[in-house]
């Protein structure tokens, strides 16, 4: 365990290394030059130059990049293009939004998916296993956004229950409102997530339920709920547990998508806004900092996988 | 992007098992292909005819639905309905040159790494693992940063995150059939490489790639419209089912129908997908039929 | 006592067709034939755990409940109690992600209801008792960790933990190296007897059954071609499935006897 605890580190280490390579190269090697998308249409070679070099970016590349590798290890992401504001107290003040809306979306996503899926697998010779189970393939087909547009034309629009969109001006600070925001967002991400989700635990459970172990434990007289309380779920939660660190990372993609759809001052905002003024250290930081969540998450995954199978525990 | 839930259990090669269920076309298979196929006609009946031109404006706007516009106009007062057409054809696109670019790319380097030995082996994986952890969206993002909103960049880039998730399966799958017995029959019979993977790796793992490209373009078509909705996708005024539903946000009240058919629209098209995906899986792999 | 009663089963689209057999108290049972022949599924119809979707009719009475029609409930109270299981492949019969002697513990606790020191103790009793030296040591290891034969002395050590008053061992030596094959056949042989357990034994090889049954039930494509007590059957078999079974069996034994002599 501690063997593979070192080297999957070692991968974890590796891969930022790698995901912060692949991101500084995409980003300059793709045409768009920063310092045209900075001046506009119509800025003379001699303006040009000079915002090259204020920039930075008229060094070598490899220069270019230790120095950005250098300014991110001190935590300084740059500062915006636009906005000179610096981007990383930036993305900090738009955590209290992406964070909550990702963590109680996932949540409330396993909540509903696990007990949905565990009975569409054992109910699945009566009609609501197969309805169930419909229902999350139709769940899959549909995008995220237009799940949040739905609902706010029926809640925010027809019934006028909760707010279509927007986030309280003081934050957190007006508990009540700030909450209130954040219900359709979630519920939207929750609703998307958890159909993909349910497939899975579906699957898993089935896998059990035709595995020679369980028919032991009912052959040696156990009911057919002690024998998936006892044997079941832990053998089907392992496989579901290496999807769920996959799925938290979805679940922020999701909520990305679906900030803009209730127009939240999150992450996702942010991002988009970035890509399309082609700021490119308020794209790059927000990438990185998602990119190095996923990959440790993904890592966090691993090990719970790790911890929760003896066969896996074994190998190096 | 999210696995199929089926590879949980890691996925078998074709011909592995005896085939003892008769292979039959499911439902799944008809009703899969018969939603692929109807939203595949309208786009090809739209290549030689549109009910409207597209930049025809003379409906006024925010016409209802009905009458000379089944699904009523825009805010610009353009027609829906040539729209929804119009938007047929980027979501198809999306989806055949997505897989193009997934399914070669991805299948190459799969059988590339399914063939290293040793470390290479290992560095294979560990790249391959790394570039999953890209999520497509990031990465489609990332490449539009850099690259700017186009159709063709969005295609681009969600083949190339496709082409990721290809490759590693495609590497599992060759490792499985490799370490088969009839293989190292053939090796020792003196038959040479690529004889081997044209006669015996490509025909066994293909079932089980061509299963996952379906499913994969179906989430191409919502990669695309999720793009196309941010304002990273098609650009204006080529209509993605993406960029209608954002336009038609603003308008939900007055013109329903503008945010609900580009949205069924997608829907059909991805169910349709997935379920030609269940169904080829039943096809070619009789045990997992449930 | 009778305390098995198969009557006209049929399972699925003749899988299994119109086989009637009985097992009395202390009896020795055998059902040998190919894999494919039903026997398995003969196995599981007595338990009750036909797949779903698997149409069975004719009647299997287990200690006289019902095991093809009768309420789960009722059911799942004689598996176990009256028939416990041994099945053939002991790596995916435990459950993977288990401790060893957690798995037999909970026979011990159902039927036994014991709890605490008293239920350890009787934990390693029971790998004692299948011949397990080390048994701290095994009842702390999963599946996994243990040899092929250890596996099947744990699968049995569970099955007996039940206290049953029969034991269905469905090929339970076929998964094994030959010479731990014989072991546990030794094993069972000596348990059943020492236990007054009657044993159905099901199998494809007659030398195996030869060694632990009395009577025995040849099955061919779902239907028992012969039944009769094993010497007989061997001496003079009836029908022609039984012949080349025999015939088999006995090239088998005189190409061993040739290379032991060269």
């Known amino acids: 365990m501690i063997a593979y605890l070192l080297r999957r580190t070692a991968i974890l280490l590796g891969s930022l290394v790698l995901a912060a390579v692949v991101l500084f190269v995409l980003l300059r090697l793709l045409p768009g030059d920063p310092a045209n998308a900075l001046l506009g249409v ?116 027809r019934l006028r229950v909760l707010p279509a969109g927007g986030f309280p001006p003081d934050g957190w600070g007006d508990f009540g409102a700030a909450a209130q925001s954040l219900v359709l967002p979630v519920v939207t991400v929750a609703l998307v997530m958890s159909a993909s989700l349910i497939r899975y635990v579906r699957s898993a459970t089935l896998d059990v339920l035709g595995s020679d172990f369980l028919r032991t434990a009912r052959a040696l007289g156990a009911s057919p709920a002690q024998a998936l309380w006892r044997h079941g779920l832990r053998n089907a939660a392992v496989p579901v547990l290496a999807v769920l660190a996959m799925e938290l990372a979805t679940t922020f993609l999701g909520a990305v998508v679906v900030e803009s759809v209730f127009a939240l ?15 490119y250290p308020v794209v790059q930081g927000v990438m990185l900092v998602s990119t190095a969540t996923v990959l440790v998450v993904g890592f966090l995954g691993d090990l719970a996988q790790r911890l929760a199978d003896p066969r896996l525990r074994v190998r190096p | ?80 309905f040539t729209q929804l057409l119009i938007g047929g054809r980027i979501a198809l696109g999306t989806a055949l040159g997505a897989v193009a670019v997934g399914g070669v790319l991805g299948v190459s380097a799969g059988l590339l790494a399914g063939f290293a030995t040793r470390w290479l082996d290992d560095a294979a994986a560990v790249v391959l693992d790394i570039l999953i952890a890209f999520p ?105 089912w993406g960029r209608m539903l954002f336009e038609a946000q603003a308008t939900v009240l007055t013109a329903p129908a503008a945010a609900l058919a580009p949205g069924i629209a997608l829907v059909v098209l991805v169910i349709g997908m997935n379920l030609t995906a269940d169904g080829l899986r039943d096809l070619t792999d009789p045990r997992r039929r449930r | ?43 599981l119809a007595i338990l009750g755990l036909l797949p779903p979707g698997l149409p069975a009719s004719g009647s299997v009475l287990l200690d006289g409940v019902d095991m093809l029609h009768a309420p789960e409930r009722r059911r799942t109270r004689v598996r176990g109690r009256v028939a416990a299981v041994v099945f053939q492949e002991p790596l995916t019969a435990l459950d993977p992600l288990m401790r060893v002697g957690r798995q037999i513990a909970e026979p011990l606790q159902r039927f036994q209801r014991l709890r605490g020191p008293a239920l350890r103790d009787a934990v390693h009793a029971a790998l004692d008792d299948v011949r397990l030296t080390d048994t701290s040591r095994i009842a702390r290891a999963y599946p996994h960790e243990l040899s092929g034969g250890q596996r099947q002395r744990v699968a049995i050590a569970m099955a007996l933990a039940c206290r049953p008053r029969l034991l269905v061992a469905d090929e339970p030596t076929t998964a094994l190296d030959v010479t731990v094959q014989a072991e546990i056949l030794d094993l069972l042989d000596r348990l059943v007897t020492e236990r007054g357990t009657a044993l159905l034994f099901i199998t494809h090889d007659l030398p195996v059954a030869a060694r632990v049954i009395r009577d025995t039930h040849v099955m061919r494509s779902g239907r028992i071609v012969e039944s009769g007590p094993i010497g007989s059957l061997i001496a003079a078999p009836a029908h022609d499935y039984t012949r080349t079974l025999v015939d088999s069996a006995r090239r088998f034994d005189a190409a061993l006897e040739r290379t032991g002599r060269d």
């Open chain 1, 265 to 279: 001052p999150g992450l996702g905002g942010l991002l988009t806004r970035g890509i399309s003024q082609h700021d």
């Open chain 3, 1 to 43: 006592m009778t305390l098995l009663t198969v009557d006209g089963l049929t399972v699925g689209d003749s899988l299994v067709a119109d086989v009637s057999f009985t097992v009395t108290a202390g009896d020795r049972v055998g059902l040998i034939g190919e894999s494919g022949s039903g026997k398995s599924l003969t196995s």
């Open chain 1, 42 to 157: 119509g800025a003379t070679p001699e303006q040009i130059e000079a915002a090259r070099r204020e920039l930075g970016t008229d060094a070598p590349l490899a220069t270019q990049f230790l120095r950005w590798l250098a300014d991110v290890a001190t935590l300084d992401l740059g500062k915006s293009l636009v906005s000179s504001l610096p981007v990383g107290p930036e993305i900090v003040a738009r955590l209290p939004v992406t964070v909550p809306l990702t963590l109680s979306a996932f949540v409330v996503a396993v909540l509903v998916a696990v007990p949905v899926g565990v009975l569409a697998a054992t109910r699945a010779d009566r009609w609501y296993g197969p309805v169930l189970n419909a229902i999350a393939q139709l769940g899959i087909a549909v995008p995220a956004f237009w799940v949040g547009l739905l609902l706010i034309t029926v809640f925010a629009l």
């Open chain 2, 1 to 80: 992007m999210s696995l199929d839930p089926e590879t949980l259990s890691p996925p078998a090669p074709a011909g592995t098992a005896p085939r003892k269920a008769r292979r039959r076309l499911s439902w799944h298979l008809v009703l899969g292909l018969i939603l692929v196929l109807v939203v595949a006609g309208a786009v090809l009946v739209s290549y030689v005819w549109l009910p409207f031109a597209p930049d025809d404006t003379s409906g006024g706007r925010l016409t209802p639905p009905g009458g000379d516009h089944l699904l009523g106009t825009d805010k610009l007062g353009r027609d829906l």
């Open chain 2, 136 to 240: 497509t969206l990031l990465l489609a993002m990332l490449i539009v940063a850099g690259a700017g909103a186009s159709l063709g960049t969005a295609i681009l880039a969600i083949g190339l995150a496709m082409a990721a998730i290809v490759a590693r399966l495609t590497r599992v799958l060759v490792k499985q059939v490799l370490a088969r017995d009839y293989i190292t029959a053939a090796r020792v019979a003196g038959v040479s490489w690529p004889r081997i993977v044209a006669a015996h790796v490509l025909p066994n793992i293909a079932p089980v790639l061509l299963v996952n490209l379906a499913l994969q373009a179906g989430l191409a078509v919502l990669a695309e419209a999720s793009l196309s909705y941010l304002g990273l996708g098609t650009p204006p005024p080529n209509a993605s």
